[in-house]
């Protein structure tokens, strides 16, 4: 029987929904300590304007750096990572219950579940620690100059946005990968059980019409 278009994407929908409402806690951590962070503790984020590429990253790894550039490398790392632990925890149960439709509230089991699911965003992490530490000093290498439109987008801002629309995708993909294709490959064996004992009963009435 064909599946109505509801019920056939709706884990889609719901993953997508969840994926939304998951960026905007894990990104509004993120801008929150990064911005925050760069006002009490009085860090210049804009310190690498007008430097190469070569000479930042040399800036930051040699002893003698400019400590206003490590800082803002570490902030930036800081607020990736806690914007990242935010997504993670917050995503986690509605991607159990709601998209997933998991119903399985075993203590181990929800533990083992949610170290699973957290090793499968770790990948993830990591592309979002590179975008958000390491383009924002490339573009201060470009010789970019932030904009306003409603809000200033500063390198951090820009970077910030294209970090979530890539780790979005990824998370999706991955996601599918993992989870939808292994659920249409158990649905495919279930429907080829149901045939086959649906062929074994057509061909015992069909001897029996024989007969008749």
């Given at each position: 029987?064909?599946?109505?278009?509801?019920?056939?994407?709706?884990?889609?929908?719901?993953?997508?929904?969840?994926?939304?409402?998951?960026?905007?806690?894990?990104?509004?951590?993120?801008?929150?300590?990064?911005?925050?962070?760069?006002?009490?503790?009085?860090?210049?984020?804009?310190?690498?304007?007008?430097?190469?590429?070569?000479?930042?990253?040399?800036?930051?790894?040699?002893?003698?750096?400019?400590?206003?550039?490590?800082n803002?490398?570490?902030?930036?790392?800081?607020?990736?990572?806690?914007?990242?632990?935010?997504?993670?925890?917050?995503?986690?149960?509605?991607?159990?219950?709601?998209?997933?439709?998991?119903?399985?509230?075993?203590?181990?089991?929800?533990?083992?579940?949610?170290?699973?699911?957290?090793g499968?965003?770790?990948?993830?992490?990591?592309?979002?620690l590179?975008?958000?530490?390491?383009?924002?000093?490339?573009?201060?290498?470009?010789?970019?100059?932030a904009?306003?439109?409603?809000?200033?987008?500063?390198p951090?801002?820009?970077?910030?946005?294209?970090?979530?629309?890539?780790?979005?995708?990824?998370?999706?993909?991955?996601?599918?990968?993992?989870?939808?294709?292994?659920?249409?490959?158990?649905?495919?064996?279930?429907?080829?059980?149901?045939?086959?004992?649906?062929?074994?009963?057509?061909?015992?009435?069909?001897?029996?019409?024989?007969?008749?």
């Open positions: 029987m064909k599946k109505r278009l509801p019920d056939k994407y709706r884990e889609i929908l719901i993953y997508l929904v969840v994926g939304v409402l998951t960026t905007v806690v894990a990104y509004g951590v993120r801008l929150a300590v990064l911005y925050g962070g760069a006002a009490v503790f009085s860090i210049d984020l804009g310190a690498a304007d007008g430097n190469s590429l070569p000479e930042l990253f040399r800036q930051i790894f040699s002893a003698g750096g400019s400590r206003d550039i490590k803002a490398a570490v902030l930036r790392i800081v607020a990736v990572t806690l914007g990242w632990i935010a997504g993670v925890l917050f995503a986690f149960y509605p991607n159990k219950k709601w998209v997933f439709r998991n119903n399985d509230n075993e203590r181990q089991a929800v533990r083992k579940q949610f170290w699973s699911f957290t499968s965003r770790v990948g993830t992490y990591f592309v979002e590179l975008i958000g530490v390491a383009f924002p000093l490339l573009l201060a290498a470009m010789g970019y100059s904009f306003r439109f409603i809000v200033e987008f500063t951090d801002l820009v970077t910030s946005i294209f970090s979530m629309v890539v780790v979005t995708v990824l998370n999706y993909i991955l996601s599918k990968l993992i989870v939808f294709r292994k659920k249409k490959k158990a649905a495919a064996e279930a429907e080829a059980e149901v045939e086959k004992a649906g062929t074994a009963t057509h061909d015992g009435n069909g001897g029996r019409d024989w007969t008749d």
